[in-house]
Structures are given as C-alpha cells and as structure tokens.
C-alpha cells in the first residue's frame, strides 16, 4: 500500500509539473501576441507622426497640394448639395399631379355618389374632389368672357367632372400613369385625363444633374488621385538617397513604403476637410439671399447644410483616394529605387 501511495504521488506530482509547463508555455504565447500587437500598433504610430511631421516641414508646398485637392473634392460635394435642396423644394410637386375624370352625361347623381366614394376608397388615391356641371358652368363663367354666348345655350354642355388625387405614397410619375390607366376603363368615365408632362421633364431634368455629378465626381476622383499619385513621386524623389540607404541595412519595402502611404491619405483627409469647410462656408453665404426669395413665393425654404452621414461619406472618401493615390505611386516608383 505504501508502494502504491508513493507511486501515486510520483504521478499526481508529474502531472502538476506538466500542468505549470503547459501554463507557463499559453502565459508566454500570450505575451508574445499582445507585444507583436504592441510593436505593431507602434511602428504604424511612428510612420503616421513622421508622415504629419514631413508635411509640416514643407507647409507652403503642402497646402497648396491640399488646397487644390479640397477644391476637386468640394466641387462634387457641392453640385450633390445643391441638387439635395433642388429635390427638398419639389418634393410636394408630385402632389400637384392630378387626374380630371370626364364623367358620362347620363349619369345619375346616385350613381355619380357611388363612383366617387369607389374611388376614395382606392389606397392609391388621397382625396376625390366633385364637380357638378352647374358649378363647372359658373366657373367658365368666371374666367372667360363668353358669359353672353354662354346665355343662348339651351342646356348645360359640361358634364360632371371627378378631381381624383393620388397619394403621396403613389405620387411618382410611374405610379400615377399606372393609375390614370386603371381610371380610364371604369365604368361611366368617359374621358380621363393627366397634365403631368412638365413634370415628367422636370425629373428627366433632375436624372441628368444626377449622373453629370456622378460622371463630375469620377473625373475629379480620378485628378484627386494623380494629383497625390505625383506628390508622393516629387516625394520619393527627394529621399532617394535615404531610402537607398534604407535597403542596404535591411529595411523591407513595407518599412519604406509605409510612411509615404500615411502622408497620401493625411493629404486626402485634409483635403476633403478643407472641401467640408468650402462647401458649408458657401451654403453659409447663399443662405440669407435663398431665404429672402422663398419669402417673396410665401414659403420657408432655406437651404441645407452637410448632414453628418455625408460629412462622414466625404472624409472617407478623401482618406481611400489618399492611399489609393499614395499606394499607386510608391508601388510604381520604389521598385526603381536600389541601391549601387
């Protein structure tokens, strides 16, 4: 039995042993993680100090290059406001479209009462206005001059006519046309009809503007990119003999690379801040003459400003086409760099 303990507490002792190995051994694996994680976080730190200090050393240089890079960004960003507040102000036009139903001559009023509250409980539809021959007889009367030849006919000419309404929720051009098709073939309607046709050239208009700021916002993505692309080629140039140093000792191309690509998105970040300011500063100054105009037509129409998300969509904007600027730019020039 003695034996037997003794040998038990050799194991039980072996395993414990094997137990803090093992302890020690995951203990040294997640130290070593968390420091490459250190070093890591560290060395990007240091290049995105020593990109932000490099842009200082030559201000005059740097502003210029940021300047025109917040100019292309603020173009796009200002035609997309601009067409924003276009759409804020017609956007209760669509209410404006309205489908006139021309009803039969014969009809009873009876039958005239139900086609009209058919009609209101359609969900396409928001209100159905009645008008009656002798109420449409005295308005012609009100507007024309023809009250005298008016007064020799021996009986009414119109018919009873149905102002139908569409719902804001089927306002759009498509909607309305779908439902104008749906009017003309009920029963007792004799001619229905829709004077949208300036509206349908407005939002053709309207889709024109958009995809000129699209093809805009490409053109100037695409000069914002060349223009990084060449500041960061005059930068390499200007640091050739240190990055030819740089490979002697042993520095790896991402070492190198790595400070040049963080100057490339400071350029495009500062750059779409700068098109953030432009941008706002206009709508500040146009404000004023905007509100005074919306006065004289009896609304309150002002115009407004960057919304966060956009604010946010530009800034991203300006930091992606900084590094695909800079990436480009130092992939293309620093294969060309080696050391004699």
Do not use: C
């Not at 804020?88 to 309205?98: I, K, L, P, T």
């Not at 009645?130 to 009414?156: H, K, M, V, Y």
């Amino acid at each position: 039995m003695a034996f037997r303990s003794k040998k038990s507490t050799e194991i039980q002792s072996r395993e414990r042993n094997l137990a803090d190995k093992r302890g020690r051994g995951a203990s040294a694996t997640v130290v070593g993680i968390k420091g490459a994680i250190r070093a890591y976080l560290l060395i990007h730190l240091q290049a995105v100090i020593f990109s932000l200090g490099q842009i200082r050393r030559s201000p005059a240089s740097s502003l210029m290059t940021i300047a025109v890079i917040g100019i292309a960004l603020a173009l796009p960003s200002g035609l997309h406001l601009i067409l924003k507040n276009i759409q804020d102000v017609s956007a209760g036009w669509d209410s404006a479209s309205q489908v006139s139903l021309f009803l039969k001559k014969d009809l009873s009023d009876s039958t005239v009462k139900k086609l009209a509250n058919r009609l209101r409980e359609m969900r396409e539809i928001e209100e159905v206005v009645e008008i009656n021959p002798q109420r449409a007889l005295q308005e012609f009367r009100q507007i024309s001059d023809f009250g005298d030849a008016l007064n020799t006919l021996q009986e009414n000419p119109f018919p009873t006519v149905l102002i139908v309404e569409p719902a804001s929720s089927h306002s759009a051009p498509a909607a309305v046309e779908a439902l104008l098709l749906r009017l003309k073939i009920m029963s007792g309607v004799e001619l229905a009809q829709l004077d949208m046709e300036w509206l349908q050239r407005w939002y053709a208009l309207m889709e024109i503007i958009k995809r000129a700021v699209l093809v805009l916002a490409v053109l100037l993505s695409l000069a914002v990119l060349l223009i990084i692309g060449n500041t960061i080629r005059l930068a390499i140039q200007s640091r050739r003999e240190e990055i030819e140093v740089q490979k002697l000792i042993g520095a790896t191309d991402a070492f190198i690379r790595r400070p040049f690509i963080y100057s490339g998105i400071w350029h495009g970040l500062i750059g779409a801040f700068i098109a953030f300011i432009l941008v706002n500063t206009a709508v500040w100054m146009l404000d004023d003459s905007v509100k005074q105009l919306s006065r004289l037509y009896g609304s309150d129409f002002s115009l407004h400003s960057m919304s966060l998300a956009i604010t946010v969509l530009l800034l991203l904007m300006g930091i992606l086409l900084g590094y695909l600027g800079a990436r480009l730019s130092v992939g293309h020039h620093l294969r060309d760099i080696e050391p004699s």
